[in-house]
Every structure is written in structure tokens, then in C-alpha cells.
């Protein structure tokens, strides 16, 4: 066997017979120039996190069941009752109450529930009703989307506004402290509702806005023929229709006559301006007028002043506010008590007069009679 290693030296040329015979072996591989992939350091650290995120995913899902669970788990409360949450008090005040009063059994959970539930910062203040037995996550949904509790105060209509003040110092539900008292007539008498922790003062705001949103509506739509200059005039003569009379029926009739005697520059002769001018604020004098009184100069005594006295007498309502803007069209100028409630109504003096003389000679004999009828409604009928 021949072998031309110049034209072919890469071949192999045996040394040997032997050698010649014998197969060749392929050549080795270096071992470096194999890669094994997963033994790679990379994807080692690439397995271990999978691992531990998938971890991480099962606790977490398990903690989510353990939780949801909890929250649906009929609380410690043996009977309904209300919860109070305070303006400002934060997630962990209102846990740490709500368990210390048996309402939750846990307040970490109630916590977690909250979180987990993104609620944190949806939960109101005010005072809410949670059923016996209520959930942790019934108690959340009435904190975070329930409808408080609510109260009502109704503010009586011809009241002053040092008798409104009084009368919300008086309220134990609202909150705060009152130091300013309004200007006479600014405020609405009305029956408002409110949560527990609303301040007094947020009432009176309420009052003073909801007295300019009615007295702008009725003054567009006032009678134009009317001796009233502005809003204010207007409000101090519904004040006095207020304070003359209770009656709804009687009040435009009322405001008509102190109309007609406006037009021609009469004095009103108001008894409760009169009282407003020697006891202001306080609103009751606590005893009849007197002669001297009536003879008595004040700035509101419109027995001695002509037209309108300088301010209000006491805070109208809707319906003396419509009166006064809307008076019954009449030719009365006198009105004078029937011992009833209501008014005997006159277009002239002398009308008047016999009026006042039957009012006069008749009341005892009304006032008796009244007497006479609560006695038998409050005697017990004998058996």
C-alpha cells in the first residue's frame, strides 16, 4: 500500500503492516467545548426563583382562602346594635373599637380584610346598625357603602336666633361649640337630618344657606305691586305675620293687612314687635302687654314708628316668607284675636271696634268653655 503524501500528507501512512490492518479511531473531543444547558449557573438561579415564586403564589392563595374564610364567619355579637365611627379615626382605631365592643372576634383580620379588599380608605364616619351575629365582611360593606343612621331636629318656625342657638345647645347628639350667634331673620326654621358627629354649626350653615336659596325663589316671584324695597324688608314682615299668627291659612290675609296699612303710611301696631323691642333675643316677655309698654319708645315699637322696624323679630318660615311676598288681595287694615287660634278681620274702624268689644266681653266666657273641655277629656269616666 502506497500512500502519496505530497499530494494528500493529511492522510495517515502506516508504519507497519500491523497498523495497517487496524481501524483508526476518531479523533477525541475536547471537553470544553461541550456546554451542558441546565447545568448552566444562570438557569439554576432561573429554576430556584420559578420555584419560589410558585411558592410565594400557593401561600399567598392559601392566606387568601384562610382570610375570606374568617370573614364570612358569623361574628361574637349577641344583638344588634349601632357602631360609631368617629370623623378622622383611622383603620386601626376602628378595629381595635369595633372587637373591644363584640362586634368582630379579630381585629388583624378585620385589618387584612380591609386591605385585601382595598376598603381602607372608603370607611365613613357616622353611626351605622350591624345585625346579631354580622360578618366581618357584612360589618365592612355597611361601613364602606352602607347608609348611616339618621337623626332629625326640627327647628320651630317665628323662633329668634338666640332661641335657635339655645335649642341646638340642647341637642346631646350634636357636637361643638356655638359662640356667634346669626343676625335676627337669616336662618331657615326646618326640620333637618343629620349623623352622628355633625356639628352644630354645620346645622346653622345649613339654615342660613337653605333661608337664601328660599327667600332668592320667592322674591323672583313676589306680588310687584308690593311696598317692600328689597329680600331684607321682605323677611322682616313675614317675621311679624310669623310672630301674629300660627294659623297657615290666616297668615296671607295677616300680611295683607300690614300691605294695605304700608300703602298707606299706617302704623303696623304689631304687639310682637312691641315685645321684641324690651326683651330682644329672648323672644317672650313672660306676662300681657301693658299700657306702658305700648307707650314705651323703642326702634321696633311700630305703635310709635312708622313702616317696618329695622330688623327682623324672630327667623319666618317658608310659608310666612310666601304670605308676606304673596298676600291675599283684601281691603282689611284691623285684625283682632277670636280666642280660637285665629283672627276676626275688619276693613274699617269702627268694624274693628265692635270686634274688639265682642273679644273683650266674650273671652272669659271662650276661656272657661276651653277650660271645661280639656277637664273632661283628661277625667276618667267612672265605671
Do not use: C
Request: no cysteine; charged share 25%.
Amino acid at each position: 500500500m502506497v500512500i502519496d503524501t505530497d499530494n494528500n500528507p493529511s492522510r495517515f501512512r502506516p508504519r507497519s503492516p500491523r497498523e495497517s490492518i487496524e481501524p483508526m479511531l476518531a479523533p477525541l473531543i475536547p471537553k470544553a467545548s461541550y456546554i451542558d444547558p441546565w447545568n448552566h449557573s444562570f438557569f439554576s438561579f432561573l429554576n430556584g426563583l420559578l420555584s419560589f415564586i410558585m411558592i410565594v403564589i400557593v401561600a399567598l392563595g392559601g392566606f387568601f382562602y384562610f382570610v375570606n374564610v374568617q370573614l364570612d364567619k358569623p361574628g361574637p355579637l349577641p344583638v344588634a346594635r349601632a357602631v360609631i365611627v368617629s370623623k378622622g379615626m383611622s383603620l386601626n382605631s376602628i378595629a381595635t373599637r369595633i372587637q373591644r365592643e363584640g362586634i368582630i372576634s379579630d381585629s388583624a383580620l378585620f385589618i387584612a380584610g380591609a386591605m385585601l379588599r382595598q376598603l381602607t380608605t372608603r370607611l365613613q364616619a357616622g353611626e351605622f346598625w350591624v345585625p346579631e351575629h354580622v360578618t366581618m365582611n357584612d360589618v365592612l360593606n355597611t361601613l364602606a357603602y352602607g347608609d348611616a343612621i339618621l337623626y332629625k331636629i326640627t327647628i320651630p318656625e317665628g323662633q329668634t336666633s338666640l332661641q335657635i342657638i339655645t335649642f341646638l345647645k340642647e341637642n346631646e347628639i350634636l357636637e361643638g361649640a356655638l359662640n356667634v350667634i346669626p343676625p335676627e331673620g337669616v336662618l331657615l326654621p326646618d326640620t333637618y337630618k343629620f349623623m352622628r358627629g355633625t356639628s352644630r354649626q354645620d346645622i346653622l350653615d345649613r339654615m342660613r344657606e337653605a333661608h337664601t336659596r328660599v327667600l332668592d325663589r320667592i322674591w323672583e316671584r313676589r306680588s310687584h305691586d308690593l311696598p317692600l324695597k328689597s329680600k331684607d324688608e321682605l323677611v322682616i314682615l313675614a317675621s311679624i305675620v310669623e310672630k301674629e299668627t300660627g294659623r297657615a291659612d290666616e297668615r296671607p290675609r295677616v300680611a295683607s293687612v300690614f300691605i294695605n296699612r304700608l300703602k298707606r303710611s299706617m302704623r303696623l301696631q304689631s304687639d310682637p314687635t312691641i315685645i321684641y323691642g324690651l326683651v330682644g333675643g329672648k323672644g317672650s316677655l313672660g306676662r300681657s302687654i301693658l299700657k306702658s309698654d305700648i307707650e314705651k319708645h323703642t326702634a321696633y315699637n311700630t305703635y310709635k314708628i312708622k313702616g317696618l322696624p329695622p330688623t327682623p323679630i324672630a327667623n319666618p318660615g317658608l310659608a310666612a316668607l310666601d304670605a308676606a311676598a304673596n298676600p291675599s288681595r283684601t281691603n282689611d287694615f284691623y285684625f283682632v284675636s277670636d280666642g280660637n287660634g285665629g283672627h276676626f278681620f275688619a276693613s274699617t274702624l269702627k268694624e274693628h271696634n265692635r270686634n274688639v268689644y265682642f273679644w273683650r266681653n266674650h273671652r272669659d266666657k271662650i276661656r272657661r268653655s276651653k277650660k271645661e273641655a280639656e277637664s273632661k277629656e283628661t277625667t276618667p269616666s267612672t265605671p
